[in-house]
């Protein structure tokens, strides 16, 4: 691809194509970018709703099935998560919907910290964050309970790490490092998916975008694995340098890419 566009001339591309939502010399949300970038190829590729109808939906595109009930019909009012279940008895609705990454909720950062704690930063395994989608944890959403859980999984799985939220006076970031391995992390436990037996559901991380510093003047670092060797860059803007696979862990992983290994593989 190198060999026929330039960088440049991609990036002055993309800024025409998203009438300059997207600037060379502006930074920009990546999940943001990432969303639109995907959903541009796939238009532009002739893709329609339906599945595989570009090479996008068939590497990327995943299902997950919501159910959800109000809490008025489950006759709870407690928001406490761990004591919410569903009324069987009472009307579930249920609904598979298409995805293209799935975002992974970060426990919320320690709002009161003495001199000490804040020395401190808060970690999380990544199979915790991914609870979400087992099909069994509940979790209150706009007055109402949800569960989660993968019907499909796609070759390439993208995770989108919530770490930014934004209200009406601040735009808040939280530090929180999530723990994670780089291979065969088990997507199994958090699927229903009838072809995961087959195809397998281990997967391998490809790709790791993090962000530093503060939310609205802070950078974007990118961690990729040569295929070939194995290797894994650090690139930022032009300077692209090798890195231990150990310091990716270290950073605050904003968005993942991860290839389903071949059966044979697992």
């Known amino acids: 691809f190198k060999g026929q566009v330039s960088p440049h001339e991609l990036l002055q591309e993309i ?22 970038f995907l959903n541009t190829l796939h238009k532009d590729l002739n893709g329609t709703r339906k599945r595989n109808s570009s090479i996008i939906y068939k590497k ?9 009930q109000d809490f008025s019909s489950s006759g709870q009012t407690s928001l406490n998560e761990a004591l919410m279940r569903f009324d069987e008895s009472k009307p579930i609705k249920t609904v598979n919907s298409p995805f293209l990454f799935l975002a992974l909720d970060l426990p919320p950062a320690p709002l009161y910290q003495d001199d000490k704690e ?30 989660y859980s993968i019907t499909r999984l796609p070759q390439f799985l993208i995770f989108h790490i ?9 735009h808040e970031k939280n ?3 999530v723990n994670f391995p780089i291979k065969n992390i088990d997507m199994s436990h958090f699927t229903s998916d009838p072809d995961a037996e087959k195809l397998g559901a281990h997967y391998d991380l490809v790709a790791n975008i993090c962000h530093e510093g503060k939310p609205e003047s802070g950078s974007y670092k990118v961690h990729v694995r040569h295929r070939g060797t194995g290797q894994w860059y650090q690139i930022q803007d032009l300077i692209v340098e090798e ?24």
Request: charged share 25%; proline share 4%.
């Open 243 to 266: 890195i231990m696979p150990q310091m990716i862990f270290l950073s605050e992983s904003y968005i993942q890419i991860w290839e389903r290994k071949k059966k044979e593989d697992q």
């Open 60 to 68: 990327l595109q995943g299902e997950v099935r919501v159910q959800s």
């Open 162 to 170: 919530k770490r930014f939220n934004k209200n009406n006076w601040s």
């Open 118 to 147: 804040k020395d401190i930063i808060p970690q999380v395994p990544l199979t915790t964050i991914l609870a979400k989608f087992n099909g069994t944890k509940v979790q209150e959403v706009a007055n109402q309970m949800r569960k």
């Open 15 to 36: 800024s025409n194509a998203s009438q300059k939502r997207f600037k060379l010399t502006e930074q920009s949300n990546a999940i943001d970018f990432l969303s639109w």
């Open 175 to 177: 530090p929180t490092i």
